[in-house]
């Protein structure tokens, strides 16, 4: 074999690090890339943020006119033939002291602390109670470990003997003698499942249910009846109705009127007191409708500004070729990459998101009934850009439209067929049967092969299995758990 040396053309895709970095942005949310900007800040001198600056110049600009008049006003009363009893000052006592907010103030809250109180959580409200009560030492222990036992739904999480066993050895570590037993457990706990709120430390929905109304007042229309139920909670819970009139000799208005009282009681106690704090998404595109067409654009309040710091910038035109300079045309060519890559960015997701508005106009017309079907090769092949950039544009992104805030990948579906020869899209579907379900009888609910029989009346395809598999999906129970007899 004999070696030799030659030239070969080839074509060869690379990744380069302005490429890679672009793919990264790309996929980022809107506090990622936030995130990114300001490391990106800190790390280079000659990438800065454009502020907004038209507050601050007409401010600086009405404080040199008032000087100046000031100015003017002191020199008029200096050169008069008497002078006053009160000659004009430079400063005012508010200059000194404010004590409300002026037109050029900042405003008296900004000023503050933040003195808001923090979430009081369920165990929190109950040691309080428990503070109060004249318990001894021991019973006090006891309510402590059955209140660390309490689940997110306020019930007790553990058997009796486990609590016994928890104080026995915090007991013996704290070198007391004293010996607890079942019967103590259980009078500590009928004194905590009295206490605000009514049924906390219940080990289930029946007890906790009747520790409620039996705290409500003995001439309460239903109320015993209501208990009556709660003795046969299993048939209640299955709703057999028949078998549970046949068993506690109630009437079927008896029952209806008992089970209405049951319904206004809570269920789960200890949700009250669960952190109601949402995580609010904050959109990326923005959807509006102006003179009968949709208009899409970027919010303008997550799209960074920035800029190449003009005084660096400067510095760089000097001819020399020292270390400082050559570290400067580094950092400026970084910066000048970043912001070509947070362009394209914003370009992109601009692009794909008009293309999906564009498949989606009866969505945003009429709702989730006129949903599209709609894959990301569609929007690929119609933007022009490979499948993957589209997945990474629209993963943790967020559109706002008149009908909410959706996720882009929201608005990509399966498709099912039609009799028509056309296509539906899955989400569609689902709402359809939402909303035959929402409009069915509760006497007589709908079959998942009725819903199947409607669908294909409005020229829909879709087998039994299907709308079974639709309606779990939306969390609907069958048509047996959602008949209502009374």
Same mark, same amino acid.
């Given at each position: 074999?004999k ?7 080839a ?16 996929q ?6 936030e995130?990114e900007?300001?490391i ?18 007409s ?7 008032e ?10 009363e ?11 000052v ?24 933040d003195?808001?109180q ?7 409200h109950?040691?309080q109670?428990i ?5 001894s ?23 009796i ?7 026995q050895h915090?007991?013996?570590?704290m070198?007391y ?12 706990l ?27 007042a ?5 109320r015993?009846e ?30 209806q ?31 509006s409708?102006k ?13 960074p ?8 910038a ?13 570290y ?6 970084d910066?000048k990459?970043?912001?070509k ?14 293309c999906?508005?564009?498949h ?5 017309e009429?709702?989730? %009934? ?6 990301? /090769?569609? !929007? *690929?092949?119609?933007? #022009? ?5 589209? +997945? ?23 498709h ?11 989400t ?26 409607l669908?294909? %009346?409005?020229g829909?395809d879709?087998?039994? /299995?299907? !709308? *079974?598999?639709?309606? #779990?999906?939306l969390?609907?129970?069958s +048509?047996?758990e ?5």
């Amino acid at each position: 074999m004999k070696l030799s040396v030659g030239l070969k053309v080839a074509n060869s895709l690379s990744l380069t690090p302005q490429l890679q970095q672009a793919i990264r942005l790309l996929q980022l949310s809107s506090l990622e890339l936030e995130q990114e900007v300001q490391i990106q800040l800190d790390s280079n001198p000659l990438l800065e943020k454009v502020e907004e600056q038209s507050s601050v110049e007409s401010l600086s600009t009405l404080e040199e006119q008032e000087q100046e008049h000031d100015q003017k006003d002191l020199t008029k009363e200096l050169n008069a033939d008497h002078l006053p009893n009160d000659l004009p000052v430079d400063t005012d006592w508010d200059d000194v002291y404010t004590h409300l907010p002026t037109s050029l103030g900042a405003a008296e809250y900004e000023e503050r602390e933040d003195n808001r109180q923090g979430h009081l959580g369920l165990k929190e409200h109950m040691m309080q109670q428990i503070n109060l009560l004249h318990f001894s030492q021991v019973e006090q222990l006891i309510a402590y470990c059955i209140v660390d036992a309490l689940d997110d739904n306020g019930f007790l999480d553990c058997e009796i003997s486990e609590i016994t066993t928890s104080v026995q050895h915090l007991l013996i570590s704290m070198e007391y003698e004293d010996e607890v037993e079942d019967d103590e457990v259980l009078v500590v706990l009928k004194h905590l499942q009295r206490l605000e709120p009514i049924g906390i430390g219940s080990r289930n929905l029946a007890e906790c249910l009747s520790i409620q109304l039996e705290s409500l007042a003995t001439d309460v229309p239903y109320r015993q009846e209501a208990l009556q139920l709660l003795q046969h909670y299993e048939l209640l819970i299955s709703n057999d109705l028949a078998k549970l009139i046949k068993q506690t000799g109630l009437s079927a208005d008896q029952l209806q009127h008992a089970v209405a009282l049951l319904k206004t009681l809570k269920a789960h106690p200890g949700t009250a007191f669960e952190d109601q704090e949402s995580d609010y998404q904050i959109p990326d595109v923005v959807v509006s409708k102006k003179q009968d067409h949709w208009q899409v654009q970027l919010n303008p309040d997550v799209v960074p500004k920035l800029r190449i710091n003009s005084f660096y910038a400067n510095m760089i035109k000097r001819a020399d070729q020292s270390e400082d300079n050559q570290y400067l045309r580094n950092q400026m060519l970084d910066a000048k990459n970043f912001i070509k890559s947070v362009d394209e960015r914003h370009k992109t997701l601009l692009k794909v998101a008009t293309c999906i508005v564009q498949h989606q106009r009866e969505f945003l017309e009429i709702g989730a %009934e006129g949903m599209k079907p709609l894959i990301l /090769r569609d !929007v *690929a092949d119609e933007v #022009e850009l490979h499948e993957s950039t589209v +997945s990474r544009v629209t993963t943790n992104k967020y559109m706002l439209t008149p009908r909410g805030l959706f996720e882009l990948k929201y608005f990509f579906s399966s498709h099912v067929g039609t009799s028509s020869g056309g296509e539906a899209s899955s989400t569609a579907i689902r709402a359809k049967i939402k909303k035959l379900i929402a409009e069915e009888n509760p006497r007589k609910p709908l079959s998942d092969n009725t819903i199947a029989n409607l669908l294909k %009346e409005e020229g829909i395809d879709v087998a039994r /299995r299907t !709308v *079974a598999k639709y309606r #779990e999906s939306l969390n609907i129970p069958s +048509s047996s758990e959602r008949k209502v007899l009374i």
